[in-house]
Nanobody, 121 residues
């Protein structure tokens, strides 16, 4: 069984900052990537940023230069530093874990329950 502990959402004024964190634990052989996605009512879930453990980082164009994703390998934790927040960043943010359960099998996805970010104008 795998658990994702998300934290850091909340209410902030436009131009402010928030830091999200997501810690993975449980039956994880190794992690391929962790990242953050977001969703607003009536829209599909979209990528915000992800980091491949031992590999590159990827950001949505809309957050480049404002958000920074980082990781702590020892803690199986990923962080999302969100600066210069805009009302358009208001959404539920979901942590994604892509991990291996065993040798020789494909990596699988696991999602957190989400944390609300609300940016007021």
């Amino acid at each position: 069984q795998v658990q994702l502990a998300e934290s850091g959402g909340g209410l902030v004024q436009a131009g402010g900052s928030l830091r999200l964190s997501c810690a993975a634990s449980g039956s994880i052989l190794s992690i391929y990537s962790m990242g953050w996605y977001r969703q607003t009512p009536g829209k599909d879930r979209e990528l915000v940023a992800y980091v491949v453990f031992g590999g590159p980082k990827k950001y949505a164009d809309s957050v480049k230069g404002r958000f920074t994703i980082s990781k702590d390998n020892d803690k199986n934790t990923v962080y999302l530093q969100m600066d210069s927040l805009e009302p358009e960043d208001t959404a539920i943010y979901y942590c994604n874990l892509n991990y291996y359960t065993d040798y020789g099998v494909d990596a699988v996805d696991f999602w957190g329950q989400g944390t609300q970010v609300y940016v007021s104008s």
